[in-house]
């Protein structure tokens, strides 16, 4: 187990995350920064795409959004912030901030790239990054593995982690045996993955919204409550993110490196879970949900994480130094609002933890249809997907989330390389978008023969 993790913190520390950074920074030069100068466009989008589909029988943009939202908004937003602070110190939430803004960049490639290769399944979209693959790279066995590996690391592995965190925090919160949280985890999931993909768009809808906003407003309140802190904590972080008062020569790297992994593995940007919930929606122009799914990684880490962090520069001073991850989170919270805060933590996690698990559930459907397009098999994995997620309630992980680690690095270079090499088509769908709206066009629509690089039977749905 400790050479396993050995392997493990080498390849992210050494080789991904310079990867990821490096890929971030290109997407973003290639892109000419869309995540800034395009942000005004990207709120416009956002705000005309909250409409429900028609009738279900499309998912809309906003929809979509909820869905990758439900995945990408776990317990890491509360536990992993906590976690990066503890071992990086102030300075790890300035370079988290940074790597969301280059990462938008990277979400919006792969996100694109899902619509543009999106298929058609019933009244519905399908996508991800198995078919950008198989249809953009011609390369059907490299996108089997990548759906088999998006099935076990998403859907079972990281899944299971999040019911154990969901567990463990309901029966220190509220006395309830970890059986009976799996139980209760069980049933819900089953009345929602068995209505598909409409369904599980239903509930993170309702879902994502109640807990975000019970979150930030919570944390807002401290926040202006403490607003006169507030100068000094900014302070700290840039001070801390640049060494200014480090007196130890690796503080600046470890400050660097937490905050840049917290912030890649928060808003799984490259990480290809997202695109295959942009996929689903029904817009009129790829770059739409492209520019959705940014918005994603902004909500996600610039505001989510950044509540949690703000919550402990202001109420975890007085935490001893054994208290890290979630627990820290709580006593930070609790020194603001007293005894409640352990309870209202406990179900702000159960929320997080599950819409992860029924929005991952979709990402192995999608890859499940795409290895093959049978309900008996979909049906196979449902079951099989809650029994693992009750199961990881009640054992430990810790073997298991090195798994994931292991698991995700084929994952996320596959995805990249992929991204990278259809990255070209991506720019030529933003120039025409662009060019739309530079003609007073609002509402951009595409057809894939505006573009001729783009007039292929592997784009099916333009």
């Not at 059907?140 to 998006?150: D, G, M, Q, T």
């Not at 919570?218 to 008062?245: D, K, R, S, W, Y």
């Not at 559930?361 to 499940?368: C, K, L, Q, R, T």
Request: proline share 2%; charged share 15%; hydrophobic share 55%.
């Amino acid at each position: 187990m400790e050479l396993f993790s050995t392997i493990n913190d080498f390849l992210w520390n050494y080789i991904m995350v310079e990867v990821m950074v490096v890929l971030a920074l290109w997407f973003t030069i290639k892109t000419k920064a869309m995540q800034i100068t395009m942000l005004p466009e990207m709120f416009r989008t956002l705000r005309g795409t909250t409409q429900k589909s028609e009738g279900g029988r499309t998912i809309s943009s906003f929809e979509a959004f909820l869905i990758s939202l439900a995945s990408r908004v776990g317990v890491g937003n509360l536990a992993g912030v906590a976690l990066a602070i503890t071992i990086g110190g102030p300075g790890a939430i300035f370079w988290m901030w940074v790597m969301a803004i280059l990462n938008a960049a990277t979400s919006f490639v792969e996100s694109t790239l899902a619509q543009l290769y999106k298929s058609k399944d019933g009244n519905y979209f399908i996508g991800g990054p198995a078919y950008y693959i198989s249809k953009g790279l011609k390369s059907r066995k490299l996108a089997v593995v990548v759906a088999i590996l998006s099935v076990l690391t998403f859907s079972f592995i990281i899944c299971s982690v999040q019911s154990n965190t969901i567990a463990i925090s309901s029966e220190e919160a509220f006395g309830i045996p970890s059986i009976w949280t799996a139980i209760i985890i069980g049933v819900l999931m089953s009345l929602t993955i068995f209505g598909g993909i409409g369904r599980v768009a239903k509930v993170s809808s309702m879902l994502v919204p109640i807990m975000a906003f019970a979150y930030i407003f919570v944390v807002l309140c401290i926040v202006i409550a403490n607003i006169q802190h507030l100068p000094a904590v900014f302070t700290m972080i840039i001070e801390n993110a640049f060494g200014i008062n480090q007196v130890v020569g690796g503080g600046v790297g470890v400050a660097f490196m937490m905050g840049i992994k917290r912030g890649l593995f928060s808003n799984e940007a490259g990480m290809g879970s997202a695109p295959n919930a942009a996929a689903t929606a029904d817009v009129k122009h790829p770059v739409n949900q492209g520019f959705v799914q940014a918005m994603g990684v902004f909500v996600d880490t610039l505001l989510i994480c950044s509540c949690t962090a703000f919550l402990i520069f202001l109420g975890g001073a007085g935490a001893s130094e054994e208290l890290t991850g979630i627990a820290l989170t709580q006593y930070a919270l609790s020194t603001h609002a007293g005894a409640w805060a352990y309870h209202f933590i406990a179900i702000i996690i159960f929320f997080f933890g599950f819409s992860t698990c029924i929005s991952n559930s979709y990402y192995g459907e999608a890859n499940i249809r795409f290895i093959k397009d049978d309900k008996r098999y979909v049906t196979i994995f449902r079951i099989l997907m809650i029994l693992i997620v009750m199961l990881g309630a009640v054992m430990p992980l810790d073997v298991v989330w090195a798994m994931a680690d292991f698991l995700m690095v084929f994952i996320v270079l596959i995805n990249l390389i992929a991204i990278t090499k259809l990255g070209g088509y991506t720019y030529l769908l933003l120039d025409d978008y662009k060019a739309q709206r530079k003609r007073g066009i609002k509402t951009p629509v595409f057809t894939k023969k505006a573009i001729k690089e783009l007039d292929t039977p592997d784009i099916e749905c333009w």
